[in-house]
């Protein structure tokens, strides 16, 4: 009861070490290999895509997904603030210039309306991504249209939602190149990992090949474009294959946490993550935003818990308030949310190896910090 409580940690369950078995057996310990082959099309398959690419990480399915929309140098990009940096550094990588969209208060995520302005100020604008916080799906539709009526290619950024819901469809396809995380702390994990996802077969088979070094078909090296080193390991796919046979008992389990969290927090001046009624997360990380007004900070909040050695971390810092990005450009919508979110917000431990006895240990911390 009174160990360490991470901030979301992975979780194994004894059938990834079958498939890594399976790969040592076999001599497959190489970027390529059967449990890459089945894990792209078990997860392809359990997203409703109709292929994927195994790749080293989330970034590198988002740059991938960058150079497939044919962004250049100077190409302007919409992306979203509040997000993780991974959302839209590969943007910077092919030349691009992101310009941020404030994000809306249901789901923290990008504001449709502001998208729409973003297109006035910008007409020339061919690329959107869209991330979904926290496991929390973003107006996924209306962002898909709006791109569409722009003749913009949309890239979903599931890299923390898989096995969310959009309107009963899971996120990780409503873009046409749409990118996956396995980084420790994910739903699930290979140790480190990621995927691309989209229905056109062609784009994922350029993805694989600018992933294996754009090795030109010849018997010697031969190289007409740029590549990269970014598929993952056969041995990393077997944790995947694994993982990937609890994706759904992990939800329910964060689902729980989130919803524990929920019902104890109730008599406090605060609000967790909030979502659509027609969406489901995957409730990756649950959140507490506090009420306006009130003197707690989330900063009293964290240190308590970390006295208590419980691990919560402040909300992402919105990408137009971070150094390496104060030249771009950030369309508003009047209301600053992800600066708000970002002052009054906190996300909690959603370790899905906490007990409910860390979990009541955590909810106490928090409750005490309002009694002062
Ligand atoms: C929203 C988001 N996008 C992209 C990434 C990048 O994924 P990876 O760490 O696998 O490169 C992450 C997580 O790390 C993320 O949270």
Redesign the pocket.
């Known amino acids: 009861m009174s160990g360490h409580i991470y901030l979301s940690s992975p979780k194994m369950h004894g059938d990834e070490q079958i498939f890594i078995k399976e790969a040592f057996d076999t001599n497959w310990v190489a970027p390529l290999g059967k449990n890459v082959d089945e894990f792209e099309r078990t997860i392809a398959d359990y997203v409703g895509c109709a292929h994927a690419a195994a790749l080293a ?3 590198a399915a ?1 740059h991938l997904a960058v150079k497939l929309a044919g962004v250049r140098p100077g190409d302007v990009v919409f992306c979203s603030d509040l ?2 940096a ?2 839209v550094n590969p943007v910077t990588y092919e030349g691009g210039v992101q310009v941020f969209i404030e994000s809306e208060r249901e789901t923290w995520n990008m504001d449709p309306a502001a998208l729409e302005r973003a297109f006035e100020k910008y007409p020339q604008c061919r690329c959107v991504i869209c ?1 979904n916080l926290y496991g929390t799906p973003a107006k996924l539709d209306e962002i898909a249209e709006i791109c569409a009526a722009h003749g913009a290619v949309f890239i979903e ?1 599931a ?2 939602s898989l096995g969310a819901t959009f309107r009963g469809v899971k996120t990780g396809r409503f873009g046409k190149y749409n ?1 996956l ?3 420790g702390n994910k739903i699930i994990t290979t140790s ?3 995927m691309l996802l989209s229905d056109d077969e062609a784009a994922i088979k350029k993805a694989r090949f600018w992933a294996t070094q754009s090795r030109d078909p010849f018997p010697w090296y031969e190289h007409t474009e740029l590549g990269y080193n970014y598929r993952m390991s056969n041995i990393v796919a077997g944790i995947g294959r694994g993982q990937a046979l609890h994706i759904d008992e992990h939800v329910a389990a964060k689902k729980k946490i989130y919803m524990r969290y929920k019902e104890e927090l109730a008599g406090l001046p605060v609000s967790m993550n909030p979502y659509l009624e027609y969406s489901e997360p995957n409730f990756w990380l649950s959140c507490l935003l506090i009420d306006r007004g009130c003197s707690v900070t989330p900063e009293d909040i964290r240190l308590a818990l970390q006295a208590a050695d419980i691990e919560s971390r402040p909300i992402w810092k919105p990408m137009h308030m971070q150094p390496i990005y104060k030249d771009r450009d950030f369309i508003g919508a009047g209301d600053s949310v992800g600066e708000d979110v970002f002052a009054r917000g906190l996300c909690l431990p959603s370790d899905i190896n906490m007990s409910e006895g860390d979990q009541a240990r955590a909810i106490e911390v928090i409750k005490t910090c309002f009694k002062r």
Do not use: C, I, K
Request: aromatic share 10%; net charge negative; charged share 10%.
């Open positions: 990480s989330g970034t988002l997000t993780f991974a959302t991330a950024d890299a923390e990118a995380s396995f980084n480190g990992g990621g």
